[in-house]
């Protein structure tokens, strides 16, 4: 039995296919962790969610700032669709509210003591450990799945707070948690986030780095599987120094889908059908 993570599939349904054969993957006793954004940009956003929907407990999802806006789409939480979004055939299809509802029970966070993984889509500000991400993800898990959800979701979006604060209350502490697992990159080394940058390490304005180079941020006992950030290339030296594993790899962009085998480390990548579908490498990435 394996347990592969998979980097966002943004509804690339043919390349997710692609990698599983790479990776041999076995239904009946493999397992797939998914850092989130499965569905927008992409053409198969529809079938990308029936397939992880049909894997049962054979998958796990986190949810990404993609997925949320699905979502929010699904239940008139924020009007109308943004430019480039590719989510009108899962919004019209027979089994849309099937879907989306399945969609919204997706954790926030996902952690596995035997594996010595933690998953979520984007990051964790430096504030929290473990118990306090896990509390905080629940809070926005439960408010997604309450029946009051169109009033959650007109109150969420947006960039403010941007510092952690256990006094948060309300809208604006579901909205600095949901910010945080779905959309921050840099923040300062108090915690500030910066939302607005989208670039690699390097590209950024001073006093901002990466989440996971806050010195002493309460979570660097953990090892953290993410997505969300395209831009992100790390070496293997620095994935062990920081004890984390970025595996967005542009695949909607025409880079690569990648997934990394959590048992030993390895990481499988196949292009973007863009370029032709190809294998690209395997690797492998020891502690």
């Excluded at 349904?13 to 992409?42: H, I, K, M, P, S």
């Excluded at 899962?90 to 926030?108: K, M």
């Excluded at 599987?225 to 984390?244: C, E, I, N, P, Y």
Aim: charged letters at 25%; glycine letters at 10%.
């Amino acid at each position: 039995m394996a347990t592969y993570a998979i980097g966002d599939v943004q509804g690339c349904y043919g390349e997710l296919l692609d990698l599983l054969a790479t990776v041999a993957f076995d239904e009946a006793c493999d397992r797939l962790w998914f850092t989130g954004d499965l569905v927008n940009r992409g053409p198969q956003s529809r079938e990308v969610l029936r397939f992880v929907k049909s894997l049962g407990g054979r998958a796990v999802s986190v949810l990404g700032n993609h997925d949320l806006h699905l979502i929010a789409l699904a239940y008139g939480g924020m009007g109308a669709p943004r430019k480039g979004d590719t989510l009108k055939q899962v919004l019209t299809g027979a089994d849309a509210e099937e879907l989306v509802a399945w969609l919204r029970f997706r954790p926030l966070l996902h952690h596995e003591p035997d594996l010595g993984f933690t998953l979520v889509h984007a990051g964790l500000p430096p504030q929290w450990d473990l118990e306090t991400a896990s509390r905080c993800a629940a809070e926005v898990e439960a408010a997604l799945r309450n029946e009051a959800l169109p009033v959650f979701l007109q109150h969420v979006y947006g960039n403010q707070p941007l510092r952690w604060d256990e006094s948060l209350s309300g809208w604006e502490r579901l909205r600095f948690i949901i910010n945080c697992f779905t959309r921050m990159r840099f923040c300062d080394v108090e915690g500030r986030l910066d939302l607005s940058i989208k670039g690699p390490p390097g590209s950024q304005p001073s006093p901002f780095v990466p989440w996971y180079e806050v010195p002493e941020r309460r979570s660097q006992n953990l090892r953290v599987v993410f997505g969300h950030w395209s831009t992100l290339r790390l070496s293997a030296h620095d994935r062990s120094a920081w004890r984390v594993f970025p595996l967005d790899t542009g695949c909607v962009w025409g880079g690569e889908l990648t997934a990394m085998r959590l048992e030993d480390g390895r990481l499988f990548s196949v292009y973007s059908r863009k370029h032709g579908g190809l294998l690209q490498a395997t690797r492998t990435h020891r502690e």
